[in-house]
């Protein structure tokens, strides 16, 4: 049966869950206000259906065809097993959700590498990246699956060690646990199926990711604008962080110069002070709402 809506699926609440609405909205889709238990929720501009599900369920929904698309963690997308290659005709990395699976022992323990986690057993969420990890470092330890909390598993002796994801480390420091060891680093990403599209569709899809590229480019960008004497103009472009080629016009009837550019990192007041001190004057930095690359 072919479709005559595209469908998204999106996790129903947790963590990427407002990432990825937001996102969505951002690329302009008005997305149906039907509450936030809905299962599917409706775009109400174009063909577009979103579907609220764990996030758990994401990556295979999407490989199967079920849904065209798929906002979901690298970490559970690698956890899936799923060959990137063959299930998903491309994945983007949108910048949020950004998390690490860490290994983490209690504090108060002797740590001299990953030797050390020979014998001892392992609670963990992530069983296949965690086993890959133990074998690429030719270690022999156990590992206990566990689906949730799983930072107190040392406490209750379930296990010697985690491996867990980690944002601000606030919940390892409240379980007296200290990282040891990088699994793997995360972010969301949007994946898009490897089934067929209808023809009517295939424009909406080059939309949508046209669309999503475009909000990821601009997110984090500023717009600055600034006059500088002639001579100070190539010391100062060195500073305008992730700028590429900044456009330099004369002011008129002075030896001095204007600089304009696309900052594609974050512009700190430490920027425009060392800006300032290499002879920056009437220096604007402006949000960019929207970018069409
Ligand atoms: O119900 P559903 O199955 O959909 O949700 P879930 O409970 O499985 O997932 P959720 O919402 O917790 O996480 C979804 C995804 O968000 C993960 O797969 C990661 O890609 C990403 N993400 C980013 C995180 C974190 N940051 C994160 N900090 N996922 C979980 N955590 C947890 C972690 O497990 C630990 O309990 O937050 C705690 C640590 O946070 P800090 O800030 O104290 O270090
Ligand atoms: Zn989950």
Known sequence: MTKERLRIAVQSKGRLATGSVSLLERAGFEIRNGGRDELLQRVK???????????????????EGVCDFGFVGQNSLAESGLDESDNFASITPLGFARCSLKIAVPEAIDYAGASSLSGKRI????????????????????????????????????????????????????????????????????????????????????LLKRRIDSVVATTGTKYI?????????????????????????????????????????????????????????????????????
């Open 123 to 206: 609670a963990t969420s992530h069983p296949r990246l965690l086993r890959r990890f133990l074998c690429a470092k030719n270690v022999d330890a156990a590992v206990a699956e566990m689906h949730g909390s799983v930072e107190v598993a040392p406490r209750l002796q379930i296990a010697s060690a985690v491996c867990d994801l980690v944002s601000t480390g606030a919940t390892l420091e409240a379980n007296g646990l200290r990282a040891v060891e990088t699994v793997f680093d995360s972010e969301a990403v949007l994946i898009q199926s490897a089934s067929p599209i209808s023809e009517e569709l295939a424009g909406i899809v080059d």
């Open 45 to 63: 501009n174009l063909p577009i259906d979103i579907l609220r599900v764990r996030d758990d369920d994401i990556a295979s929904f999407v490989a």
């Open 225 to 293: 604008m600034l006059n500088a004497p002639r001579d100070a103009a190539p010391e100062i472009q060195k500073l305008l962080p992730g700028a590429e080629a900044p456009t330099i016009m004369p002011l008129s009837g002075r030896d001095a110069v204007a600089i304009h550019a696309v900052c594609q990192e974050s512009v700190f007041w430490k920027t425009l002070e060392d800006l300032k001190a290499a002879g920056a004057s009437a220096i604007l930095v402006l949000p960019i709402e929207k970018m069409m690359l």
